[in-house]
């Protein structure tokens, strides 16, 4: 559940208790609450902008599929997704579970180092499972960044005479860059590396058992040696230069930032967010060529394991604190129209989720009725979509049990066992009785859960456009006094 105050990168003050009753104020009492916060064009203008009509005439469709009688699955990603998985980062631990096949190398092999043997083998191999799963889920994301990049390549190159658009382009390309290098580097290599060096050394440490025969002994001490624990020390330095590039890149956008002297509150979070980018390139980095070094010393060497044990911890920390507070989900722009993309100024854009996550995380949602109305399913609905939240919230539908069942009512597509959901269904939906109320709660729900982590993935995404854009500009296209303004 995404409460106020889960994600520190936000930022966000407790909301003070006028601001929990706009809901309940007219509409110009209710912009003249968020009066602290800069003013925000989009916030004013959106509920009768024509790109957001266009958006809900050509309406996004997402497609589930039946699973059992009454389940339903996501069958095709649309988004980018911050899929990486928690149990990756136990992926160095494999190349512990050959410690008792390097310790107790002896022939014949104890009863207790063959049980220890045994142990570690098979956790070696499972490693290589969830190894080959997040390869699975990063080449989705990677698949939908290339279509995207090529999209963007092509809608650059058409719109090259328009600075604005241009450079709103070349911020998207930039950014995808470094989305790509860290869905290749420290996904796809690492499940690659590091899987194979799991089953390797599992497969070694499992032949160990057995090493009263010459050869098997042989084998074992080989692929549960160097050459296993090699593919770790091989993946330690494909990831120190990636991360070597990380710190510099951020660091060059954060000095970048402060010489544009934008708001303080802008500055704070670009600053933030650059920061804990460095932090974790350098943690990584360093950790995964110490991890990579130490596992090479503990095939011959029992102390390798006790430079193995920080690291391995140290790890499981990077894992936990990119998922948490450095990756993030959000809309691919695929192959559509240039109007339906909403490419808007990047701080615009910026301050709108800024002001959406501060009105969603209150006790009650405060933002103002002409964005969206709390009691009418209708006006959430139409929020929903034109934020591009519909593919997380019909998955949300088809995970609840009571949305669930009235999924059930949609009838089949072409295929069988396949439902598409678009606003228009879902309307149609919510205007029989007995569903209008459940799927209200529920909309409600949504939003003030997975709506702020939506938007919070918003900011983080647009905070690393935002200073791209800035970097590039200073370098490459514009000169720093323009930049100074735009920002201001």
């Known amino acids: 559940m995404a409460l106020h105050g889960d994600s520190s990168d936000t930022l966000i003050t407790t909301p003070s208790p006028a601001q929990l009753k706009l809901s309940q104020m007219d509409s110009e009492l209710e912009l003249s609450v968020i009066e602290s916060a800069p003013p925000i064009p989009r916030i004013l203008r959106e509920a009768s902008d024509i790109t957001w009509q266009e958006s809900l005439e050509t309406q996004d469709t997402v497609t589930l599929r039946r699973r059992g009688r009454d389940r339903f699955k996501l069958l095709h990603q649309q988004q980018f997704r911050n899929s990486l998985l928690a149990g990756v980062g136990y992926l160095e631990l494999a190349n512990a579970g050959d410690f008792a096949a390097n310790v107790w190398n002896d022939i014949p092999v104890p009863t207790f180092a063959a049980v220890l043997m045994g142990i570690g083998g098979t956790l070696a191999l499972g490693m290589a499972f969830v190894a080959f799963q997040d390869f699975r889920l990063s080449w989705r994301n990677v698949r939908l960044l290339q279509d995207e990049k090529e999209h963007l390549l092509r ?8 600075p604005e658009l241009a450079r709103l382009l070349d911020s998207r390309l930039g950014v995808g860059v470094r989305e790509i290098g860290t869905e290749v580097v420290d996904r796809i290599f690492m499940d690659i590396l590091l899987g194979g060096g799991s089953v390797l050394v599992g497969v070694g440490t499992l032949m160990a058992i057995g090493g009263a025969d010459p050869h098997v002994f042989k084998a074992s001490n080989l692929l549960s040696g160097y050459i296993g624990n090699g593919l770790a020390a ?5 990831n120190a230069v990636w991360s ?30 650059f920061r804990r980018f460095q932090w974790h390139a350098l943690i990584n980095g360093v950790i995964g060529l110490v991890a990579g070094a130490a596992s090479m010393v503990t095939a011959t060497r029992w102390w390798g394991y006790v430079v193995l044990i920080p690291c391995i911890i140290s790890l499981i920390f990077c894992n936990y604190f990119w998922r948490k507070k450095l990756g993030y989900d959000r809309p691919v722009l695929g192959h559509v129209s240039l109007a339906r993309m909403q490419l808007m100024p990047l701080v615009e854009d910026l301050e709108y989720a800024i002001i959406v996550q501060r009105g969603l995380s209150g006790q009650e949602i ?3 009725q002409t964005i969206l109305q709390p009691e009418s399913f209708e006006s959430m609905l139409q929020f929903i979509v034109r934020n591009r939240m519909l593919e997380i919230y019909a998955v949300s539908l088809a995970q609840d049990k009571k949305t669930r069942s009235i999924l059930l009512e949609i009838p089949a597509s072409t295929e069988p066992d396949q439902i598409k959901i678009t606003h228009d269904i879902l309307l149609r939906l919510s205007s029989r009785h007995k569903h209008t109320q459940i799927l209200l709660d529920h ?19 647009l905070l690393e456009l935002l200073g791209y854009a800035v970097w590039h500009d200073q370098t490459v296209t514009a000169p720093t006094q323009e930049i100074s303004i735009e920002m201001k």
Not at 155 to 162: G, P, T
Not at 244 to 273: M, N
């Open 234 to 238: 091989a993946f330690g330095l494909f």
């Open 244 to 273: 070597w590039f990380l710190i510099q890149r951020f660091r060059k956008h954060d000095t970048a930032v402060r010489r544009s002297e934008p708001s303080d509150d802008i500055h704070r979070r670009l600053h933030t967010r």
């Open 366 to 368: 405060s933002l103002p």
């Open 443 to 461: 909309a409600k729900r949504f939003l003030r859960t997975e709506g702020v982590l939506i938007f919070t993935h918003r900011e983080r995404h």
């Open 155 to 162: 809608l650059r190159q058409y719109h090259a005479k328009n």
